[in-house]
């Protein structure tokens, strides 16, 4: 099957960076669209940007000039790129991937992470 993991997430100050990362892995034919998603305590889980497999991205009002998705697909990988962060930042951050399986390259399925939390303080 296929397992996404998050990694990179941690406790920052407003105004810093954090550089988040998600590769998948397993029996993969190919990656259509990746997303990062987040969650905070008491909300609803909410998109924050997405990447086509041709490179094109669309975010959040939220966020758009101040975090960066991009996409290595030799390392089946998404990164999010988080700078300026505010208080308001802080929620766990999910990727979500559209995958084909070898042998079944008509069929895409959607796979989530685990989730990593990103902490941002004033």
């Known amino acids: 099957q296929v397992q996404l993991v998050e990694s990179g997430g941690g406790v920052e100050q407003a105004g810093g960076s954090l550089r988040l990362s998600c590769a998948a892995s397993?029996?993969?034919?190919?990656?259509?669209?990746m997303r990062w998603y987040r969650q905070a305590p008491g909300k609803l889980r909410e998109w924050v940007a997405i990447?086509?497999?041709?490179?094109?991205?669309s975010y959040t009002s939220a966020v758009k000039g101040r975090f960066t998705i991009s996409r290595d697909n030799a390392k089946n990988t998404v990164y999010l790129q988080m700078n300026s962060l505010k208080p308001e930042d802080t929620a766990v951050y999910y990727c979500?991937?559209?995958?084909?399986?070898?042998?079944?390259?008509?069929?895409?399925?959607?796979?989530w992470g685990q989730g990593t939390q990103v902490t941002v303080s004033s």
């Open positions: 979500n991937a559209d995958i084909a399986l070898a042998g079944r390259a008509g069929v895409t399925t959607g796979y």
């Open positions: 397993g029996s993969i034919f190919s990656i259509n669209s």
């Open positions: 990447i086509s497999s041709g490179g094109s991205t």
